[in-house]
């Protein structure tokens, strides 16, 4: 009998299933690349984020990780996995042709179609509890778009805004007569989130709020496997944060590689965004995991930390080129830090933030995932490759620029640009632009100069032709992406007929 019961036990031990991970999603807003410290060489050294930059030491960077270039369209690829030519969801308005515009718009969608799966939804199946604490941008709180409806049973924060603002925030705070829209009212709520309900704390800053109720929210659900789903506001506009966090750079020293770092009071939204995360790393590193007695539950969450798209012009991305809305590097990459067990270092690998619905969906077992443009990140972690691919972009609308598609493979890169900023440069509706971005000039060396979409000459542009043979390969590559995902390209104005690429 004895030995009966040793039997079981072994045969037990042997199927029993592993345990779920947790999963923590901090997303930050408008961060730039080198807004924190650690992070890499060119990380800056004004901002101060210590937790951070013990963070990127402790865990594993991804330097050339991919977004879109504004707010919705990346909350919208982490969330589904797909691209926007997909979902629909190219920027955050309803962007305006005209007279100058050389090509018509296409319809931008404000609000993600309950067609696409989330991760949340998929996450909710398999047992696991699921919170939404911050800005949502995808659609309105309270419809079949908020995220109460999109597999989040605790939300707090969402809405369809993208930043504080409306109603009568607090002017007393400890901001003074600074203080607002960052800042909550003389009950404690923030009259632009109604679903952010008053606590009592006249002048409380948002970000604090926030982090409180995912602190609550993870204590909710830890007895069971939770994915809380952390966006920030901060750092978006408008720039105010505690004097506390001001006060942390009044003698600070200025970055020579960094002269846009340099406004306090942004520096402190950074530094604010910092404490936050510091709060969520100690809940999770000093609270016992319910599911496995005697462990804290660190030691079974898989914490990302990310930012949704490039810095604005009130910092700097040197040495990237670019800003947050346009498609160059500062705006479009951004720090992506992972912690998960012991997995420590980093990649130069690309990655991009459609494959966060394939990578928690392998992590957390699930089944059968939906069609996705991403792949698991998993290997990468484990010192392993993944298949060179392309990473993809394409916005057929107008935001701080022309309409253009880009495609990232190994060391290179393709802009194609849809509307010529100079109408005498080049003779039809656009140009190509190709970067070496492993290349000391990076973006600020248009190997492809001259190449006119109309009539390209590429005998002319190259004169290297291993540069003329990956530009073809890449340009192909593209034209196949948008016929694969049928994305609508821009139009011509006379005709109402979408531009023609050339046919490689």
Same mark, same amino acid.
């Given at each position: 009998?004895?030995?009966?019961? %040793?039997?079981?036990? +072994?045969? @037990?031990?042997?199927?029993?299933?592993?345990?779920?991970? =947790?999963?923590?999603?901090?997303?930050?807003?408008?961060?730039?690349?080198?807004? +924190?410290?650690? /992070? =890499?060489?060119?990380?800056?050294?004004?901002?101060?984020?210590p937790v951070l930059k013990k963070l990127a030491a402790e865990g594993f960077c991804f330097q050339r990780a991919y977004v879109e270039p504004v707010c919705s369209p990346t909350r919208a690829d982490i969330l589904t996995g797909l691209y926007p030519t997909r979902?629909?969801?190219?920027?955050?308005?309803?962007?305006?042709?005209?007279?100058?515009h050389q090509l018509g718009r296409r319809k931008n969608e404000r609000q993600l179609d309950t067609k696409f799966t989330t991760i949340s939804e998929l996450l909710s199946k398999q047992g696991y509890r699921c919170a939404q604490i911050g800005k949502w941008h995808l659609g309105k709180a309270g419809t079949d778009t908020g995220p109460k409806a999109r597999g989040f049973e605790i939300t707090y924060g969402g809405s369809s805004q993208g930043m504080?603002?409306?109603?009568?925030?607090? @002017?007393?705070?400890?901001?003074?007569?600074?203080?607002?829209?960052?800042?909550?009212? &003389?009950?404690?709520?923030?009259p632009f989130l109604a679903n952010l309900p008053a606590n009592g704390k006249k002048g409380q800053y948002l970000t604090d709020?926030? @982090?409180? !109720?995912? %602190?609550?929210?993870? !204590?909710?659900?830890?007895?069971?496997?939770?994915?809380?789903? /952390?966006?920030?506001?901060?750092?978006?506009?408008?720039?105010?944060?505690?004097?506390?966090?001001?006060?942390?750079?009044?003698?600070?020293?200025?970055?020579?590689?960094?002269?846009?770092?340099?406004?306090?009071?942004?520096?402190?939204?950074?530094?604010?965004?910092?404490?936050?995360?510091?709060?969520?790393?100690?809940?999770?590193? !000093?609270?016992e995991d319910p599911r496995s007695p005697g462990k804290k539950l660190i030691e079974n969450t898989f914490l990302v930390f990310m930012s949704d798209n490039g810095a604005t012009s009130r910092t700097d991305n040197l040495p990237l080129v670019g800003k947050k809305a346009t498609p160059y590097e500062g705006g479009v990459r951004v720090p992506l830090i992972i912690k998960w067990k012991d997995y420590r270092g980093g990649t130069e690998t690309p990655v991009h933030a459609v494959d966060f619905f394939a990578t928690i969906g392998e992590l957390c077992g699930v089944k059968s #995932?939906? &069609?996705?443009?991403g792949v698991s990140i998993l290997p990468l972690l484990e010192g392993k490759e993944i298949e060179e691919r392309g990473l993809f972009r394409h916005q057929p609308v107008h935001v701080s620029g022309a309409p253009s598609s880009t495609i990232i493979k190994g060391r290179y890169k393709l802009l194609l640009q849809y509307n010529s900023p100079d109408s005498k440069k080049y003779l039809g509706y656009g140009h190509y632009e190709f970067y070496d971005l492993e290349s000391p000039e990076g973006e600020q060396l248009n190997l492809a100069e001259? +190449?006119?979409?109309?009539?390209?000459?590429?005998?002319?542009?190259?004169?290297?032709? $291993?540069?003329?043979?990956? /530009? #073809? $390969?890449?340009?192909? &590559?593209?034209?196949?992406?948008?016929?694969?995902?049928?994305?609508?390209?821009?139009? !011509?104005?006379?005709?109402?007929?979408?531009?023609? +690429?050339?046919?490689w």
């Open positions: 009998m004895k030995r009966l019961l %040793l039997f079981l036990l +072994l045969i @037990t031990s042997v199927v029993a299933k592993p345990l779920t991970p =947790n999963i923590v999603f901090i997303l930050t807003d408008d961060q730039g690349w080198t807004d +924190l410290e650690g /992070f =890499n060489e060119y990380s800056s050294k004004y901002y101060q984020t979902h629909h969801m190219y920027t955050v308005t309803d962007p305006k042709d005209s007279a100058k504080p603002g409306g109603g009568k925030s607090s @002017t007393t705070g400890p901001q003074g007569p600074k203080g607002g829209k960052y800042w909550a009212a &003389e009950d404690g709520s923030f709020r926030l @982090t409180d !109720e995912a %602190l609550k929210a993870m !204590e909710v659900m830890k007895a069971e496997p939770f994915f809380l789903y /952390f966006p920030h506001y901060g750092v978006h506009a408008p720039v105010q944060a505690p004097q506390s966090d001001i006060d942390l750079y009044k003698n600070q020293k200025k970055d020579p590689k960094h002269p846009g770092h340099k406004n306090a009071d942004y520096a402190g939204m950074v530094s604010s965004i910092d404490r936050s995360v510091e709060r969520v790393v100690k809940y999770l590193e !000093e609270t #995932l939906p &069609e996705t443009d001259g +190449l006119d979409l109309a009539a390209p000459a590429l005998d002319q542009a190259f004169k290297n032709k $291993q540069h003329k043979e990956v /530009f #073809l $390969q890449l340009a192909k &590559e593209l034209n196949q992406w948008l016929a694969d995902t049928d994305a609508a390209l821009p139009y !011509e104005k006379g005709t109402k007929k979408p531009v023609k +690429l050339p046919k």
